[in-house]
């Protein structure tokens, strides 16, 4: 059995959510994600699990739903390299990533300035 969830998030810039999709993507954990600019929304396929990221109206907050353990995955996913990508490109200009290493799902950034 299977069970529908929507899991509100404080994730608010689409860019950071699309260049963390598109890791994701290139890491081998979603097979496609579909941008749709009118609707606002995203529609992620994880080997045929489909996840929708809809911005929600109230907050400006992009919301994920679909059957709860992709849901829930994905999310926990995708929080953690909407991080690592707004990291990545807010680092101050002395500042450059030595390294990069992901452990058991732990990512660790060197920086060098």
Known sequence: MSFYCVIKTELSNKK???AALSEMQKRGEIT??????????IEVNREGEIVNITK???TNNFEIAGISRPAR???????????????????????????ETEQA????????G
């Open 32 to 41: 496609k994600f579909i941008v749709n600019e009118k609707k606002e929304r």
């Open 16 to 18: 950071y959510i699309v």
């Open 105 to 112: 799902g732990e990512i660790v950034i060197m920086l060098k």
């Open 73 to 99: 995955e994905i999310t926990d996913r995708l929080k953690q390299l909407y991080a690592y990508e707004s990291i990545k490109d807010n680092l101050p200009l002395d500042f450059e990533i030595a390294r």
């Open 56 to 58: 929600e109206k109230e």
